[in-house]
């Protein structure tokens, strides 16, 4: 089992940078796509990005492509989302979550850390 640990969430303004942090707790990332979610108040859970076990293909949401990047280090340690143009709306807890090759729900979940933008 992995456990996924969020950091790097806070306040920013509207089309402002923030950088979200994924760590494994005790292992690698290198063996699950990691994917980030979000929710915002009184919404449903939504995806944002997607990264494969194999580090050779992303994914994005719509509402994000072209502003949010998701990248790993080398060493498959933590995987990062690179939020860029931030607008009030990307307001939320955002997730980390695991899941493996294969399988089709995340099984792995982190406890969210919260990125709020103000206009």
């Known amino acids: 089992q992995v456990q996924p640990i969020e950091s790097g969430g806070g306040l920013a303004q509207a089309g402002g940078s923030l950088r979200l942090s994924c760590a494994a707790s005790g292992r690698t990332l290198s063996s699950y796509t990691t994917g980030w979610f979000r929710q915002a108040p009184g919404k449903e859970r939504e995806f944002v990005a997607a990264l494969s076990w194999t580090g050779g293909n992303t994914d994005y949401a719509d509402s994000v492509k072209g502003r949010f990047t998701i990248s790993r280090d080398n060493a498959w340690k933590t995987v990062y989302l690179q939020m860029n143009s931030l607008k009030p709306e990307d307001t939320a807890v955002y997730y980390c979550?695991?899941?493996?090759?294969?399988?089709?729900?995340?099984?792995?979940w982190g406890q969210g850390t919260q990125v709020t933008v103000s206009s």
């Open positions: 979550a695991a899941r493996l090759p294969g399988a089709t729900l995340y099984a792995y």
